[in-house]
């Protein structure tokens, strides 16, 4: 079904950032992705060219309608279209972070999740100079890894960090990564939260 051009938006100055850079950066790369140039998706959409290179530039703010379009065309959801993700780690250094006393209990929060996911969690034990398999978990899931005993190395195409004991890691799992070990073994705490959409 063919729509009427839309340029429904109000064009906005400045960086992209936050949901609307979010939007932009997942826009632009499933469209890549697909194989779709800015003009073949604007005829199957019926969204105008020009529109659809403001938002993929984060310069404007699209209706509901127009992202609702868009997310059809490049078989997305709308929430994987508006989905915000992890630009790079967040570490959390041992000693870092505010310990709750109950009772005669210490707790150290490290990371809450923002929505409703499903999780796995694993414990591993990496002997001295290894590199685990590489491993991605699909679209939306997010890594947790607690460094228990020893230290290990997270290594992603575009990031690597060291994690000592007490360190703690979030990333975004949809890319491949591997755990890397020293002269030293490394006990690490996994949790792997999948995205339920």
Same mark, same amino acid.
């Given at each position: ?18 949901? $609307? ?38 310069? @404007? ?23 915000? /993700? ?29 929505? $409703? ?15 685990? @398999?590489?491993?991605? /978990? ?17 290594? %992603? ?19 491949? /990564? ?11 705490? %996994? ?7």
């Amino acid at each position: 079904m063919r729509h009427d051009k839309t340029s429904a938006v109000a064009a906005t100055a400045g960086p992209a950032s936050g949901v $609307r850079g979010a939007i932009a950066g997942n826009l632009r790369g499933t469209r890549l992705a697909r194989g779709f140039s800015v003009r073949e998706l604007a005829e199957l959409t019926g969204v105008s060219k020009a529109l659809i290179s403001q938002i993929e530039r984060g310069v @404007a703010n699209p209706t509901i309608e127009v992202l609702t379009r868009l997310a059809a065309a490049l078989d997305l959801t709308f929430a994987e279209l508006t989905r915000t /993700h992890l630009a790079g780690p967040e570490v959390i250094r041992r000693g870092e972070g505010m310990p709750l006393q109950v009772g005669d209990t210490t707790v150290r929060s490290l990371f809450a999740a923002p929505d $409703r996911r499903r999780f796995e969690l694993a414990e591993g034990d990496l002997p001295p100079l290894t590199r685990s @398999a590489k491993s991605a /978990h699909g679209r939306g899931s997010v890594e947790h890894a607690y460094v228990v005993a020893g230290e290990v190395t997270v290594e %992603t195409g575009t990031w690597s960090v060291l994690l000592g004991e007490g360190d703690a890691v979030r990333f975004a799992a949809e890319l491949d /990564h591997v755990y890397v070990t020293g002269e030293q073994g490394c006990r690490v705490l %996994t949790l792997i939260s999948y995205s339920e959409d």
